[in-house]
């Protein structure tokens, strides 16, 4: 079945023109949007934001208890969707083609979260969290694209600042979302012909649950962790709690959602966090690459060099 999918797509990138007119949020019928990972945090707030602005809303989840609650929503309809099941995506797929809906927008959201130093992280564990994070975007942005092109819809991946950011503990998960910033960077260029458009939406802290799946995954402070150079800092990280409600709730998150979905000009990238601290953590981290790939190299530019590429940058972007 993805094969054939794929073969479609194949066939629209040798068939359209880029002149292809954009259809508008607003053309009289309800527009559709999947939203994965909607069971709980950013994935769930969207779901409620679309469907309380009259957007039929299919909403991946694993768990029934999860997947009843979602149903109890107008405009909702969930489906079990574990985007590392083949199976499941299939059907999910399906599921959307029967709904006669068509489908408008793919909200690739569902994420997991894991810590640990790089020179003792588990495979598995790894592995674990790049089946969710990163060939869970890909397989369910794969599988969605016929349908996303048919309507000359809208495709964002909730990433993170850590996809800008990253240091001790956090290797396996800023790897990930560093993965989907390329991953918007190939994709968007890619769909342009069909004149869907990509986008990629980077939170800071946000009320979530990630947090409780990072510390399942560190486990306990065991002999293993207490002879490691980083007990202390095993210590730290399992003492910190996994309750994120201290953080405002992600109403910016999904609200950001919205506009990438629906306004006539989305932004390739949405920078969402609680507050400037943050966002200064973020475009310095963005800086401090850029300078350390500009210094003392075989081909470097002058500070005034620096800045013109800046306000080309910047112009181009239309600020």
């Known amino acids: 079945m993805r094969v054939f999918y794929s073969l479609i797509v194949l066939t629209f990138v040798l068939l359209a023109t880029s002149n292809v007119c954009f259809a508008e949020a607003d053309d009289g019928g309800q527009k559709a949007v999947l939203v994965t990972g909607a069971s709980t945090g950013i994935g769930r707030k969207i779901t409620e934001v679309l469907a309380a602005k009259g957007y039929f809303v299919y909403a991946g989840a694993r768990k029934q208890k999860d997947l009843d609650a979602l149903n109890a929503i107008d405009n909702v309809q969930s489906i079990r969707l574990d985007v590392t099941i083949q199976q499941e995506i299939d ?18 959201n569902a994420g997991v979260g894991s810590g640990a130093p790089l020179i003792e992280a588990k495979e598995s564990d790894v592995r674990w969290l790049f089946d969710v994070n990163v ?7 794969q599988a969605f694209a016929p349908l996303i092109i048919e309507s000359q819809g809208r ?22 979302k560093f993965a989907m910033e390329a991953f918007t960077d190939a994709l968007a260029p890619e769909m342009e012909r069909f004149d869907v ?24 402070m065991d002999d293993a962790k207490k002879k490691s150079p980083y007990a202390e800092d095993y210590r730290r990280a399992l003492e910190r709690p996994t309750d994120r409600s201290q953080y405002k709730e992600p109403d910016e998150v999904a609200a950001a959602a919205l506009h990438a979905l629906f306004a006539e000009q989305p932004k390739r990238r949405y920078m969402v966090v609680p507050n400037k601290e943050e966002a200064g953590w973020t475009i310095n981290g963005a800086i401090r690459r850029m300078v350390q790939q500009n210094e003392q190299q075989a081909y470097t530019f002058s500070r005034d060099e620096l800045i013109q590429m800046l306000d080309q940058a910047m112009g181009a972007s239309g600020k």
Do not use: C, H, W
């Not at 959307?96 to 793919?106: A, F, I, S």
């Not at 993170?160 to 290797?171: E, M, Q, W």
């Not at 799946?213 to 306990?220: C, I, S």
């Open 155 to 176: 495709i964002t991946t909730i990433g993170s600042i850590a996809g800008t950011l990253s240091g001790p503990f956090y290797g396996p998960y800023s790897m990930s």
């Open 91 to 108: 059907a999910a797929v399906q599921t959307v083609r029967d709904g006669g809906r068509g489908l408008y927008g793919l909200v690739n």
């Open 135 to 141: 060939f869970g975007v890909f397989k369910i942005t």
């Open 197 to 220: 458009q990509v986008s990629v939406i980077e939170p800071g802290n946000y009320r979530s649950e990630i947090s409780k799946t990072g510390r399942a995954k560190m486990g306990e």
